[in-house]
């Protein structure tokens, strides 16, 4: 068939001319002058079908190059009306160079001028979102610069009602994790009660013929150090479940004066046969009744000093120039676990057990899932203590932490003696050969650095005491597989429950404990699966799985 008819289009000053012999396609500028080129076509019979497609094709193009016209006027910069001015905005791009900014530079200017805090208090026509920016926008005719400051106060204004409420949460979350659970203190008088009326909670533990294994090497020894009865029923239960020898077992859990008769009770009301349990109160140890004892003496100041500490809570958190996680920091650095003697013992295990070559340390906020005895057969080198380092691993929150994480290298005093570099390691499930510690001088190190901190207002490092450790076990710790400790389980809920389920420790340290209320719900079932929930003392006081 033979075309007769010719084409012409009209866009935005640019005209599109097709021949009717379909042999010439011709582009021209609004002036009429042939700007672009000629398209031959090779025969002077097409079909419909290859009409359609062609016109298909040339409206999708002149459409692409409206948009481009329009966006040059828009910016107000030269107006391109021409096809050969799409190859000048497409080459840079096709060649790989980079495309000049197409924001007007007053966006920059205004979006860099600093708002003072209290610019916008009071304010009433500030956009509280951005379905009430989007709409101010539309009503007029809003040049760049309004535009701009309209963003601005917008952001500055999300943005303080972020941090407020962010600090608000660290605030909540310090109460709540430095607070004594109305359940836990609940199940601590009924078991002291029962330990006045019920002489089977006041039995010897353990019992006359079981005492010769306390100090007898070839038993698992194991210590745990809590004021936390709850936690150290999980902890035993665990600890004995899995083991493939539970008859080699044997727990020494150590515990203050006021918590001494509950957890006497607990564990002669629940016995954990055949393992062996023992149960003694710091004031039953002879080494810690002779004399001074530093980490007391330490504790004393330390008391004096935190109470100041940087004016309390409330002093921190109305503070309007420090981001939420330094506040956070802060926070934590109040916390009373920092400041008990069950966090500060475990530096004189030397002292307290002088018979024993070994032993692992277990904190009370950790649940066993294997069976730990191959510990025993971990070579040391050695060393002295056993611990999972945590510079390295999947998770960048938890396995990042070094030496800087914890001490501060801008005192002298810390950047002539350590590597802030070098590889931190974690408190929690620790292997202490107690035989090679005896020939080292860690324990007066211990509480040399402790003093200094003190003596410098608590400005070599802030929280608890895993500074002060990772300082006195310099060069004494031999690293051991991750399997043996996953940390971070108090901090967040990243962590998987299948990841969490395979490992061989899991530790909830940080302030989501799982006995609190603000526990992680999809990671608390790993510790609440080792409470018997229908326990007469569990019921009575109301702790509930979930």
């Not at 495309?99 to 708002?115: A, D, G, R, W």
Request: with cysteine; hydrophobic share 40%.
């Amino acid at each position: 068939m033979c075309m007769c008819l010719s084409w012409f289009f009209v866009l935005d000053k640019m005209q599109l001319y097709i021949s009717p012999s379909l042999r010439h396609i011709t582009v021209f500028p609004a002036k009429g002058f042939k700007e672009f080129m000629k398209v031959k076509v090779g025969s002077r019979r097409v079909s419909y079908r290859m009409l359609f497609y062609s016109l298909l094709f040339f409206t999708f193009l002149l459409r692409f190059v409206f948009v481009l016209t329009a966006v040059d006027t828009i910016d107000g910069e030269t107006k391109c009306s021409t096809i050969g001015c799409l190859g000048k905005r497409l080459g840079p791009g096709i060649m790989g160079r980079r495309f000049e900014s197409n924001v007007p530079e007053v966006i920059y200017q205004v979006l860099e001028e600093p708002i003072g805090n209290d610019e916008l208090k009071g304010r009433s026509d500030v956009p509280q979102s951005l379905e009430d920016f989007m709409a101010e926008i539309r009503k007029g005719k809003t040049d760049a610069k309004t535009f701009a400051l309209k963003l601005r106060e917008m952001v500055t204004l999300l943005e303080q009602r972020t941090r407020t409420a962010k600090i608000q949460e660290y605030l909540y979350r310090h109460v709540a994790s430095s607070s004594i659970p109305k359940q836990l203190h609940c199940l601590a008088l009924k078991l002291a009660n029962e330990h006045s009326t019920n002489a089977a909670a006041r039995l010897q533990l353990p019992s006359a013929e079981l005492v010769p294994a306390l100090v007898d090497n070839s038993y698992f020894h194991f210590v745990l150090a809590s004021d936390n009865v709850l936690a150290a029923s999980v902890v035993a239960k665990s600890l004995v479940r899995n083991s493939l020898r539970p008859q080699k077992v044997v727990l020494h859990i150590i515990t203050d004066r006021k918590t001494y008769y509950p957890m006497q009770a607990w564990f002669s009301l629940h016995p954990l046969t055949p393992a062996i349990i023992e149960v003694k109160a710091l004031h039953h140890f002879d080494w810690f009744t002779k004399g001074k004892v530093p980490v007391l003496e330490a504790m004393e100041k330390d008391q004096r000093v935190r109470s100041q500490f940087r004016g309390g809570s409330s002093a921190i958190v109305a503070t309007n120039t420090e981001k939420p996680v330094v506040i956070a920091a802060k926070l934590q650095a109040l916390s009373p676990k920092y400041n008990s003697v069950m966090n500060h013992i475990r530096i004189h295990l030397p002292e307290l057990f002088p018979s024993l070559n070994k032993v692992v340390f277990l904190d009370d906020d950790i649940v066993i899932q294997t069976d730990l005895s191959p510990l025993w057969d971990i070579d040391m080198n050695g060393k002295v203590n056993g611990a999972v380092e945590t510079c390295t691993g999947e998770d960048k929150f938890v396995m990042s932490k070094r030496l800087k994480s914890y001490l501060n290298f801008s005192h002298p005093l810390i950047s002539k003696n350590f590597n802030p570099n070098e590889c931190a390691w974690a408190y929690g499930m620790n292997i202490f050969d107690l035989e090679a510690w005896r020939k080292t001088n860690i324990s007066l190190t211990y509480h040399y650095w402790v003093e200094q901190n003190l003596k410098s207002d608590l400005s070599l490092w802030q929280l608890g005491t895993l500074p002060p450790g990772l300082i006195a076990f310099h060069g004494h710790v031999q690293v051991i597989d991750p399997f043996w400790h996953m940390l971070g389980l108090g901090y967040q809920d990243n962590t998987s429950f299948s990841d969490a389920e395979s490992a061989g420790v899991i530790h909830f340290n940080g302030r989501a404990k799982p006995w609190l209320e603000i526990a992680f719900p999809t990671l608390r079932p790993l510790w609440a699966k080792y409470i018997n929930f229908s326990d007469k003392f569990i019921k009575s006081c109301h702790i509930r799985a979930s």
